[in-house]
Every structure is written in C-alpha cells, then in structure tokens.
Antibody, heavy 120, light 107 residues
Framework: QVQLQESGPGLVTPSQTLSLTCSVSGGSINSGGSYWSWIRQHTGKGLEWIGYINYSGNTYYNPSLKSRVTISVDTSKNQFSLKVNSVTAADTARYYC????????????WGQGTLVTVSS | SSELTQDPTVSVALGQTVRITCQGDSFRSYLASWYQQKPGQAPVLVIYGRNNRPSGIPDRFSVSSSGNTASLTITGAQAEDEADYYCNSRDSSANWVFGGGTKLTVL
C-alpha cells in the first residue's frame, strides 16, 4: 500500500517561497511510468492540479502557476518536492501530494494534505 | 474557473439511485476519474476510466459518458456516501483539471 506524507512550514511570509516535500512509502518513486503530482485546495473550494513529475525528472505544470512553480524529485530519499515562488494570500490552501495521473487519468493515492497559510 | 462543470448540490433518498454529472468538451476525447471527499479528509479515488474501481470501492459506484457529459452513478446510495464528489479530466489544452465539486446529501 503506497502512502504519501506531506511536510513543510505551515506559515509562509508573503513574497517568499513556499516549500513542501512529499515522502513516499510502500512503493518506489522509481516505479516505471509513475507520475507524482501536487494538488491544492483553497478552504471550502475545489481542487486545483499544480503539476507533476516522474522519476526521471520530467515535469508538467498547470499553465496558471507555471511561472512560479518548480517540482523536483529525489529518488534516493523517495521524495518529491514543490516550490512556489512569490507567494501571496491567494496561495493559502491545503496542499496534497498524490500519485498520478496514471494511465487511466487517475490519482490513486493521496497524502493527508498540509495547510499552508501565507501571512505576515 | 474550471472547464469541467458540476452541479453544486445533489440529494438522494437513502437506498435510491443518484447520478452526478460533469460537463466539459474534454469528454469528447478523454475519460473522467471521480473522487470522494469527506469533511476534513483527503480525496479518495472511487472510479476511473471505463468503470475501474480501486480495491475496496463498492460496485454501487459506476460511470458513463455521453457527448460532453460524464456521469457518476451511485445505485442504492448509503449514508456513508454523503460527501463532496469531484470529476477530473483534461481541459482543451490537455492540462489536468478538476470540476468544481458536487455536495451529495443522502436524505
């Protein structure tokens, strides 16, 4: 059973960089064909896909966030990470890491999410 | 704004059948996946593609698609099915996008 766990600061100052890490257990991030995504959810709102990475470092980002987002992978630690630059209050949200999209377009395993608040 | 449109709220009587719909031009090319989210919890994949259910998801959940509409059907809704449901697919630029969500109430 694959498990994912997000970690990182819960409070970020406006204009600074939001940094989160997702630790994967119960499976290798190197699994052939697997993609690993970040998804966020503003309080009381819907889900927003941020971007994904695969084990070899190929990335694809939501165009609406592309200029500020970087996703990276550390296969030695079985982790992948998210950085969002120049954050504002609009980046306050719960951030989830998930495995996917799979061949069926599915995101099959999710972390519990971590709430990040952007405030001075 | 999402390119996948869902009704904000839907209700169903206990044991009855309910259909939750998701509209978007992407469904003429791509299939949908569906997620259930209960308050304070992470989303859970319930079904994707052509009726593929992860282990542990009851077979009362099924999907269908017609034209620009994808549908999630719950046959014999249970109290534990009360939750928010999100569809997911690709938009016109092949980016991944979620619908705005449907709050299902089981009466």
């Amino acid at each position: 059973q694959v498990q994912l766990q997000e970690s990182g600061p819960g409070l970020v100052t406006p204009s600074q960089t939001l940094s989160l890490t997702c630790s994967v257990s119960g499976g290798s991030i190197n699994s052939g064909g697997s993609y690993w995504s970040w998804i966020r959810q503003h309080t009381g709102k819907g889900l927003e896909w941020i971007g994904y990475i695969n084990y070899s470092g190929n990335t694809y980002y939501n165009p609406s966030l592309k200029s500020r987002v970087t996703i990276s992978v550390d296969t030695s630690k079985n982790q992948f990470s998210l950085k969002v630059n120049s954050v504002t209050a609009a980046d306050t949200a719960r951030y989830y890491c998930a495995r996917g999209p799979g061949d069926g377009g599915d995101f099959d395993y999710w972390g519990q999410g971590t709430l990040v608040t952007v405030s001075s | 704004s999402s390119e996948l449109t869902q009704d904000p709220t839907v209700s169903v009587a206990l044991g009855q059948t309910v259909r939750i719909t998701c509209q978007g031009d992407s469904f003429r090319s791509y299939l949908a996946s569906w997620y259930q989210q209960k308050p304070g919890q992470a989303p859970v994949l319930v079904i994707y593609g052509r009726n593929n259910r992860p282990s542990g998801i009851p077979d009362r959940f099924s999907v269908s698609s017609s034209g620009n509409t994808a549908s999630l059907t719950i046959t014999g809704a249970q109290a534990e099915d009360e939750a928010d449901y999100y569809c997911n697919s690709r938009d016109s630029s092949a980016n991944w996008v979620f619908g705005g969500g449907t709050k299902l109430t089981v009466l």
